[in-house]
């Protein structure tokens, strides 16, 4: 875990004059958000011009807690700061040929606009399409093109009486754009109308701010209306150690002190946490602070993204590295979300390494191996004697 400076933000020349009061105000942060390339290079002291190309295609904006934890602003290869910098890359018609902007068939499986039902048991709601920052690898980079507004009322409306006519769906999760932007009274009509519903036993909610604004969650009202809706889980999206500050342990003591779990979807990136030292800090860092590591996805093939992908083996290699060097509630599922919106497959390193009739031999993770002899479940299975008849 990451410990910040006392009034960190003050090293930065456009918010030295920021009080705590105003710094730890999370409407503070996304009022103030850096909406343009002109605004981060005033940040960091560089001129962004060259990369204008790229802002009139796809948006940016950072909030300023975010980018006051790159650690060196002369170093535009830091993790923070390549998450929220646009890149040429992103709209090179070669690198990005293979790119769809809906890869997943969101919209086409959409029963009513803003819902997609992709899985029996489960729904998504994209409840708005603004977010405090604008990841370069977001999946649903096509909001990046798209007015920012949240849904309205109505919309939510149709999205809830879909859930109720369909009593086979369990759970259903809250995205966006991140839906954790919205005024409390917004968030509180969502939870309470989808708490209401007696066969939704489960409701997600996917957001970013704890990464990027944790002081979100210093908001009372917002613990508040979390503690009275008690079917919320709540998915953090942490991609890089340097996110998990003190100021992310302390948001996360409040959400869990309002009865609400906290999982985490890492997103396997280039240049930014390939590597298995890099991860294995991530997932350290996140257990510190109570977060537990959920997936480990495979960068999708969303146009505009294709450059932060890796080979996909690259996320078995890492796992394989972790297996025995960190705690099992440390190694999240590694999976590949399947074009066309077919779902999420999970992959896992081979441990076996010859299988026969009578045996299997196993590699552990230190390479070693050991011959396993197989039971013969034929005559377990077969056995017609009684339990009780053993006693006698």
Request: overall charge neutral.
């Amino acid at each position: 875990m990451r410990k910040l400076e006392k009034e960190y933000w003050k090293r930065i020349k456009k918010w030295k004059d920021i009080s705590r009061w105003e710094w730890e105000d999370w409407r503070w942060q996304i009022k103030n958000r850096l909406k343009n390339l002109d605004e981060i290079g005033q940040v960091l002291g560089k001129d962004l011009s060259f990369l204008k190309k790229v802002e009139n295609v796809f948006r940016t904006g950072t909030t300023p807690y975010y980018i006051s934890l790159v650690e060196d602003f002369d170093n535009l290869e830091d993790p923070i700061l390549k998450q929220v910098l646009p890149s040429c890359e992103e709209i090179d018609p070669f690198i990005q040929s293979e790119g769809n902007f809906d890869p997943f068939n969101e919209e086409v499986m959409s029963p009513v606009p803003g819902l997609t039902h992709r899985y029996p048991d489960r729904v998504l709601m994209r409840v708005t399409n603004f977010c405090s920052v604008y990841c370069r690898h977001c999946m649903r980079k096509r909001i990046f093109l798209e007015e920012e507004k949240a849904r309205t009322y109505q919309e939510y409306q149709r999205m809830f009486d879909y859930v109720r006519e369909n009593k086979n769906i369990k759970e259903v999760i809250i995205s966006g754009g991140d839906p954790l932007t919205l005024p409390n009274r917004k968030i509180e009509f969502i939870l309470e109308n989808l708490q209401s519903i007696d066969h939704v036993d489960i409701i997600r909610i996917g957001s970013r701010e704890m990464v990027v604004n944790p002081y979100r969650f210093f908001d009372e009202g917002l613990l508040e209306i979390l503690e009275r809706n008690d079917k919320v889980w709540l998915v953090t999206h942490f991609n890089h150690p340097n996110e998990v500050t003190d100021v992310v342990k302390k948001a996360v003591k409040t959400v869990l002190s309002a009865g609400v779990p906290v999982l985490n979807q890492t997103v396997l990136l280039k240049g930014i946490n390939d590597s298995a030292e890099v991860m294995e800090r991530l997932f350290r860092s996140l257990l510190r602070v109570k977060i537990k590591p959920y997936y480990l996805f495979y960068c999708d093939p969303t146009k505009g993204v294709i450059h932060f992908r890796t080979q996909i083996k690259k996320g078995v290699e890492i796992l394989e590295k972790l297996r025995g060097r960190l705690s099992g509630m440390g190694i999240p599922v590694y999976a590949v979300d399947l074009p066309g919106g077919l779902g999420k497959v999970p992959l896992e390193p081979d441990y076996i390494v010859e299988e026969t009739d009578s045996y299997l031999i196993f590699r552990n993770f230190e390479g070693k191996t050991v011959k396993f002899t197989k039971c013969n479940f034929d005559i377990i299975e077969n056995h017609t004697r009684k339990s009780e008849d053993l006693c006698l």
